[in-house]
């Protein structure tokens, strides 16, 4: 059991990050670890929750809903929550190491992976990372444009990610109207003049990396009919081979479901979203000016490899698509965090199993801890990220009972909050979140939406500030 | 789910052993890491075999002079190989009806990992679990 500078037992512990991984911790090491335990939990937004705030799709609510469970983690009477201060600006390494005797990393997947490819840095190209974050009101990617004034877009990747980037291009104005956007952002999506979205998948049906509801959403569409081409749409015989050693119904149902939306005829709405398959952009092609103009695809087909996965190839056979607007969808990937050993192949932090390994002798860094997409790369739903914060809850217990813990030689409890405001910090409690919480709902409901976001870190604080002041000046903080 | 999202949690490190070291070596190491396998590569740390606790039982079975077996006498040669970009399922499937236990993975010709058949199975399972953890929780709070 470990001791406090105070004197008192229990175990202090920093968690850097506010996501699914950090709460799903939190309550693993409130309900399991030492009596007294006590987990501060950092995020460098004014706001908890990470992409279940800023990466859900705005027209998914119900998946929301799991932040009520996290919030009763937050009831605990020994966790804390500082929003606002950032790992590494406001907070180093060494002022976790006087105070607490762990610290776990769980600030997920912050950037985009890069396809490589010539163009991809042209104006009008941009990755999804930014676009999701942008339409779900993130307060870095406000300044963000997008030139939504194209007619065709093309949107790189079949994942769930390319999956929510086109179905919030092609939403109807009623729809938008349901979500939780920034008014801002509704205005700009309205104004669209987008009328084909391009999906591009380098593999086939049976390999795309969306799920089945995600598929059947898009055939559903108000404003946008869903094109598949029937020759894309057909197995290859390895795929056949393939699905029927799996025997995984799921994968058969999808590749049922595309081939049944390749053989509908289109009802003629406003919009045309091409779900392409067996195609690699290898090129973004200027448009003289520039800004991407248009994408160089290869043709592809499918191979097996040694291992049995089966991968794209290129055929030699290429074909070229107009579009003045490209969102990579090709996956996120970790950025390191000041003094914390980073792996740059896998773009995660050091790690075995959750614990943090020196970079020198890959031996474990005593007190350091690490969960979610920054421990295992960016892949799995929100509640894959419970077993994994598990696993490294019970590295941190192990570690603890065995007393391998940092040495803190002052208790966070007596010098946070204090400290970080003498650094001219306004951190940002769960009470206040709560505050702001309320008032995005209130002014959702003022507009029959479920919320509308605050989209900027001023606009938060502000309607804290303006707490007492009632609810017109909350509002207009909101702006 | 990729490969690599197998391999990021697990630590850079991967165990390889030179074909003329002596059998004995090679069992002090499976001993002294805790694992079921080597990875045997060449001089420019390419890898040409594997050689397994399997490997072992059934060679020293067999042998006269087990004292003086090399890892390259006892080793399996050539090697299957994975790439980082493979479908977990597809390799966990291969691994399964070829009845491998271990498979280097190597990225323009480098060993970059090994994943193990328990590596595979717990990460489908983590995939499930974590499907099913999110379906609950929206049902429970609906
Ligand atoms: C666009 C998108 C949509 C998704 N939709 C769904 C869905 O519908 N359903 C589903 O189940 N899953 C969905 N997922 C997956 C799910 O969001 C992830 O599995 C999960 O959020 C990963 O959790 P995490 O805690 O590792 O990281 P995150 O959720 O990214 O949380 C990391 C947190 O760390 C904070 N942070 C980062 N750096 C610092 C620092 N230096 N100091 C302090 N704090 C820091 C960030 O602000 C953030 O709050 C989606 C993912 C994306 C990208
Ligand atoms: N509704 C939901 O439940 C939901 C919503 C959003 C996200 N999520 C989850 O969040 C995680 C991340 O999602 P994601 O969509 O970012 O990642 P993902 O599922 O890994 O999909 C990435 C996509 O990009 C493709 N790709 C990668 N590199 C490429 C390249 N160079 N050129 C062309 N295509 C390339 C991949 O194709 P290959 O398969 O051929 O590599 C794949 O189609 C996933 O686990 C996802 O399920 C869930």
């Not at chain 1, 670890?33 to 006590?38: A, L, V």
């Not at chain 1, 870190?457 to 009632?470: H, I, N, Q, Y």
Request: aromatic share 6%; net charge negative.
């Amino acid at each position: 059991m470990s001791g406090r500078a105070d004197g008192s037992q229990g175990l202090d512990v920093a968690i850097i990050g506010a996501g699914p991984a950090a709460f799903y911790a939190a309550e693993a090491l409130l309900r399991d670890g030492p009596p007294g335990t006590r987990v501060d939990m950092y995020d460098r937004l004014p706001t908890p929750f990470g992409l279940v705030r800023h990466g859900v799709a705005p027209d998914h609510q119900k998946i929301k809903t799991v932040t009520r469970s996290f919030a009763r983690v937050a009831e605990n009477p020994g966790f804390r929550f500082f929003g606002n201060v950032e790992f590494g600006r406001d907070l180093t390494l060494d002022d976790i190491r006087r105070h607490y005797h762990q610290v776990l990393f769980a600030t997920g997947a912050q950037t985009d992976r890069r396809m490589n490819i010539p163009g991809e840095d042209l104006r009008g190209s941009h990755p999804a990372t930014a676009f999701v974050a942008w339409y779900n009101g993130h307060p870095d990617f406000q300044a963000c444009e997008f030139d939504l004034s194209q007619e065709r877009v093309a949107v790189v990747g079949v994942g769930n990610v390319a999956i929510d980037v086109a179905r919030i291009l092609c939403l109807s104005r009623e729809e938008m109207e349901q979500t939780d956007m920034p008014r801002r952002v509704i205005d700009a999506l309205s104004a669209s003049r987008v009328r084909e979205v391009h999906l591009l998948g380098r593999r086939g049906p049976a390999q795309a990396a969306f799920t089945n509801p995600e598929l059947k959403e898009l055939a559903h569409l108000a404003d946008a009919d869903l094109i598949i081409r029937r020759d894309e749409a057909e197995l290859d015989e390895l795929s056949r081979a393939e699905l029927e050693a799996r025997g995984d119904h799921l994968a058969c149902r999808k590749v049922e479901m595309i081939a049944e939306f390749a053989a509908r005829p289109a009802e003629g709405k406003r919009r045309k979203l091409f779900l392409r398959f067996l195609v690699s952009p290898v090129e973004l092609v200027d448009n003289g000016g520039g800004a991407v103009g248009a994408l160089r695809l290869a043709r592809n087909r499918l191979v097996a490899n040694e291992s049995g996965a089966l991968t794209a190839e290129a055929m030699g056979e290429f074909e070229t698509i107009e579009a003045g607007l490209v969102f990579r969808s090709v996956g996120y990937r970790g950025v390191p965090l000041q003094d914390v050993p980073f792996h740059e192949r896998w773009g995660v932090i050091l790690n075995r199993l959750g614990r943090v390994l020196d970079s020198e002798t890959n031996e474990p860094a005593t007190g350091m801890y690490t969960a979610g997409w920054i421990k295992r790369g960016p892949s799995g739903v929100i509640g894959t990220n419970k077993p994994d914060a598990v696993e490294t809850v019970a590295a941190m217990l192990e570690d603890a009972a065995a007393g391998h813990t940092l040495a803190p030689v002052s208790c966070p409890q007596r010098d946070f909050p204090a400290l970080l405001r003498t650094q001219g910090c306004r951190c940002v409690t769960f009470d206040e979140w709560r505050l702001i919480d309320a008032a995005e709902q209130a002014l959702g409901a003022s507009e029959g939406r479920p919320r509308a976001k605050l989209a900027s870190v001023a606009e938060m604080l502000a309607c804290l500030d303006a707490e007492g002041e009632g609810p017109s000046r909350l509002a207009s903080a909101a702006g | 789910m990729k490969l690599e999202s197998v391999l990021a949690a697990k630590g850079p490190q991967v165990f390889t052993t030179p074909a003329s070291a002596s059998i004995g070596t090679a069992i002090a190491a499976l001993a002294r890491n805790n694992i079921g396998a080597l990875i045997v590569v060449d001089e420019a740390g390419i890898p040409f075999g594997i050689l397994s606790e399997r490997d072992i039982i059934r060679h020293f079975a067999a042998a006269d002079d087990p004292e003086k077996a090399t890892v390259g006498d006892w080793m399996a040669s050539p090697v299957m190989v994975a790439s980082p970009a493979d479908d977990a399922e597809a390799v966990l499937r291969t691994m399964t009806s070829r009845r491998f236990r271990h498979m280097p993975v190597v990225e323009s010709g480098r060993l970059v990992g090994m994943v193990t058949i328990g590596d595979l199975v717990k990460a489908q399972l983590n995939e499930y679990r974590g499907a099913v953890e999110t379906l609950e929780t929206q049902l429970m709070d609906a």
